[in-house]
């Protein structure tokens, strides 16, 4: 348990100040005493998990993260170990290792001539897809983009969509999910 205290005073000390906040600014937000905040970031605290459910929420971390050892800060990971799916003959791949919440972020390789349905995601959602080479039509709402490198198309990510490479070269983007936020 004492590993588990100084792993909370680490962690939210850490937190608050990658948020450039100072002690009485997040007690604060939080609707703590600054003195709480204050024996929290020591790791001698035994705080209830009401405390802990208003630390989470004014860093807005999960309960897990306020707890788990520190992180390293740096974390190397070899392309083959990053999540890749397949839909026909496009490739999907997970850009990053590690989950950010409410956000997907992938590179998307469409071969000459391929074609992917994108699946709607949960009302609220929005999609970000940047083209790196080739041209790149999107289709959603009814209406269909062409997508040149560089372009960018901000999109509902909840209604029906598709991609699609009508060139004769393979097409590389980039899509940006972010998720809509869960209700409480």
Known sequence: MDDVALHLGNNIRQLREARGMTQAQIAK???VPRPTWANLESG???PT????IKVADALQVSLEE???PPRTTSTFTEA???PVRRR?????????PEPIAGLEIERIELPAGAGMTGIPHTPGTREYCTCERGELQISESGQVWTLRPGDVLAFRGDQPHGYRNPGRGEVIAYS???LAPIAR
């Open 176 to 178: 940006v999910i972010a």
């Open 80 to 82: 083959a170990a990053l």
């Open 29 to 31: 937000v939080a609707k």
């Open 88 to 96: 026909g003959k496009v490739q999907v791949r997970k850009l990053i």
């Open 49 to 52: 998990l009401a405390v802990m």
């Open 44 to 46: 001698a605290a035994n």
């Open 66 to 68: 306020l707890i788990s």
